[in-house]
Nanobody
């Protein structure tokens, strides 16, 4: 089993920065793509950004130029640096990872429980 734990959410003023972290733990044999999704009240969950094991990134157009995704493979941790935050960025942010556990032959998609980001003055 693999567990994902997010941290770094909170209340921030418009225009401010915030950095999210997500640490994966457990019986990890191989870690593949990691990423961030978000879900605003009354809306569906949407992709924010993903990053491959080799560092290739895919960033949603709605946050491109403001958000940066990075990862530390040695720590199985993914980060989301959010700058120039807007009220419409308010959402629960979920960490996502595709991983293969020890004694398993399949790659499973895991989700964290989410961390709330509120952008408000």
């Amino acid at each position: 089993q693999v567990q994902l734990v997010e941290s770094g959410g909170g209340l921030v003023q418009p225009g401010g920065p915030l950095r999210l972290s997500c640490a994966a733990s457990g019986n990890i044999l191989n870690m593949y793509d990691m990423g961030w999704y978000r879900q605003a009240p009354g809306k569906e969950r949407e992709l924010v950004a993903t990053i491959t094991g080799g560092g290739g990134t895919n960033v949603s157009g709605s946050v491109k130029g403001r958000f940066t995704i990075a990862r530390d493979n040695a720590k199985n941790t993914v980060y989301l640096q959010m700058n120039s935050l807007k009220p419409e960025d308010t959402a629960v942010y979920f960490c996502n990872a595709k991983a293969q556990a020890y004694r398993s032959s399949v790659v499973v998609t895991y989700w964290g429980k989410g961390t709330l980001v509120t952008v408000s003055s």
